[in-house]
Each structure stands twice: as structure tokens, then as C-alpha cells.
């Protein structure tokens, strides 16, 4: 597993792709910011904008259609993935080779943005009142948003193993995230009112509803909760991949 992990991660750094959309992240980061900067208020400081960042961190669950595609990269298009089970290697290795790969480097990605951003901040904007506080409730943030992007993760690697084609798996994927997490469910209560056991209990799995909480202030156990959610989604979706991709015919 060692080797095909460092092979997988030395493809992922020799490609013009994770660079790319690491720059454009940035490049949009600093755009925003010194717009803001240029426009702002007095109750704009640098605590102000951490606690800013608390709130936008379930675009995280968005992002990992681009990070999963850095390490998954057209297998179907170029016949890699053909190639690599052709060669005897066992599909398990190639499907938690490139799992882990992808872990890794939504690690990285996600510790340079962060970083970028409060940087930026620090440089831009007075530091204002509370900013303890308000590192203190962003480091409560991340922990509630870092298993959720580990869920959604694996949910999207999961498809790109079973599906053909990374267009279909992104459609999928952003449709059981963004139609299931916004108000789609609530309608179904509101013409169907006894439906609504059935959606609270549904609302209760999905990688949204933490994210909801964490705006609406409704923290309590909510860091608990996400890491069991979190992690349940990508331990589920990780075994469904693996018996999926073992009974598959890759052409």
C-alpha cells in the first residue's frame, strides 16, 4: 500500500491540475477580501472575518468534486484504472490507495486555504475585540466541517468507482447534497405533513444538517455528532465502493 500511496501522490503533485485550483481559490480569497477591505465598516476587523469563515465552511463539501477528480483524473478516459487491475494489482489497494491519496491532499489544500485566509486577514484588517473568542469558535467550526468533508469524500470517491464517468458521479453528488440538504424535504412536510417523522429522521443523516446547526448556533454535542456522521458516511460509502468495484467490469 506504501508504494501505490506514494505513486498516487507523486502523479497528484507532477499534475498542472492541484496547483491550478489552488491558485484560483487564492486568487478568488484575495479578490473578496480586498473588496471588503476597500468597503469596509467599522465592525470590520479581523475577528469579524474569522467568525465569517465559521460560516462558510460547508462550501468544503462542494470542493471535494474537485479534489477527488485531482487524484482520480479521467481513469476512465485514458484506461488507467483498465490498466491497473490488467496488472494484477488488488482492487482494494486501488481503491483505498486513491482514497488516502485524496485524503491527503484535501488535508493540505484545506490547511493552505485556511491559513491563506486568516493570513490575508491579519494583514488587511485591525484585529479588533474578541479575537480569541473568535479563533476559539473557528477551531470549533473546523471541527464540525473537517469529518463532514471526510463524509462527503468518500461519498464522491465512492461514485467515482461505481459510475462511469466523473459527470455523472458530480451530478449525483451535488444533487444528494445540495437538493437533499436545502428546503427540498421541508416541502415534502409542508403538502405531506406525515412525512415528517420520516424527513426529521432523514435530515438527521445528511452531511448538511450539522453545517445548519453550526449557523443557526445550535451547538450543543454538535461536534460529536458530526465526527459519527461524518465518519459513517465515509465508512459506509468506503465498504459500498469496495464491493461495487470488485464485482465490476472495468473496459
Known sequence: MGKYLNAELYKVCHRKYPLGFLGVILGLI??????????????????FMAGVLSMMLSAGLYLVVAVCDMVFSDQYKYNTLKNEVSYGL???????GKLLSTIIVA???????????????LVLFPLGAGVDAALETLGQALLVAFPLWLGGLGLFHMLLFVMRGSTAASIVYVVLVAV?????????VLFMPKLEPVVRVV????????FDRLITGNTNGLIAYAWILGL?????????????FRKREIS
Open 90 to 96: 488488488p482492487r482494494a489497494r486501488i481503491y483505498l
Open 232 to 244: 459513517a458516511w465515509l465508512a459506509g460509502s468506503t465498504v459500498v465502493g469496495l464491493i461495487a
Open 107 to 121: 488535508v493540505a489544500l484545506c490547511a493552505v486555504i485556511v491559513a491563506f485566509y486568516l493570513g490575508l486577514n
Open 203 to 210: 435530515k438527521t443523516c445528511l452531511l448538511t444538517t450539522p
Open 30 to 47: 484575495t479578490l473578496v477580501l480586498v473588496l471588503l477591505w476597500q468597503n469596509a465598516g467599522p465592525g470590520a476587523d479581523f475577528a
Open 180 to 188: 437533499l440538504g436545502g428546503g427540498t424535504l421541508d416541502l415534502f
